[in-house]
């Protein structure tokens, strides 16, 4: 009996260590969640804003001057970004991210996969280990996979010129960005989103506003684009950034309360079992001392 509590109190000892390391990346992804969420959330109105006018400039100079970002072909080569975290402990966030690119690849992209066409570049580690193993006949690039170590504009600029000069040297036909958006730290959800070529949606067809560009058309427009792009770009990585934090303090948090409840059921083994071998030894008291009366 005494090697069974001595095993109950190693495993209570053990709980209580899991639960203060929970707790304390509960607390370090809370601190690091509110300074994501003022990034994203002051960045996305802008992001937004930004992105409809792109959209209704694009549809009110559709033909008249060239846009090499907003041509559609047909998709012959493709690239996929996957935007993941480097770390787990985050509950389905990476999964949910990874589910949203296959289900892409494997419908829409299945025969340029086959035709050897397929490109995916992976922001974050857990997105290249899993695209590495399971889809060796795709190009995968990894040089980024370390990008949130620092989300400046100049760092996250560098990998949508990149994407941006494959699309416009027809080196790829079609970009889409897999990632998280962010709500709040307790939802988050991941969506796979076109990036290039330019949507223009057809509401915007419709209306063809009387723009005056100062200067000239073609001139603000190859220093408008590009830069609304690399915006765009950078919301996808600060919303992931965010929603990473927020999906890791609440799996923590969570973890935190089941390892609370597991030590009050180990409490009550323990007791239990404590119990029955203070019962066990007064029952062989009372015995022995019935026998030397008797």
Known sequence: MSGKLKEVRERMKSVRSTQQI?????????????????????MRPY??????????????????????????????????????????????FNTNVIKAAVHKIDTDYAE???????????IG?????????????????????NLFQDLSFAKTSEVAKLIMDQFENVEVDRVDVAYSVFKNAGTQYATLTDFLPVQIEKSHKKARADYIFEPDQDLLLQQLVPNILK????????????????????????ATENAEEL???LRINYNKARQEAITRELSEIVGGAAALEG
């Open 112 to 122: 340029i996969r086959r035709n050897g066409n397929l490109t995916i570049l992976c």
């Open 231 to 254: 915006i765009q770009f950078q919301r996808f990585l600060l919303d992931t950034h965010a929603s990473e934090h927020g999906a890791r303090m609440t799996a923590m948090d969570k």
């Open 47 to 92: 992001a937004v804003k930004l992105n409809q006018m792109l959209k209704n400039i694009l549809a009110s100079v559709d033909g008249s001057v060239s846009n090499p970002f907003g041509i559609h072909r047909t998709p012959e080569k493709a690239m996929v970004v996957v935007i993941t975290s480097s770390r787990g402990l985050c509950g389905a």
């Open 263 to 265: 030590i009050k059921e």
């Open 125 to 145: 580690k857990k997105g290249f280990d899993f695209f590495r193993k399971g889809y060796k006949d795709c190009t995968i690039i990894r040089d980024y996979v």
């Open 22 to 42: 929970t707790n304390a990346m509960k607390m370090v992804s809370a601190a690091k969640l509110r300074r994501a969420q003022d990034a994203i959330t002051q």
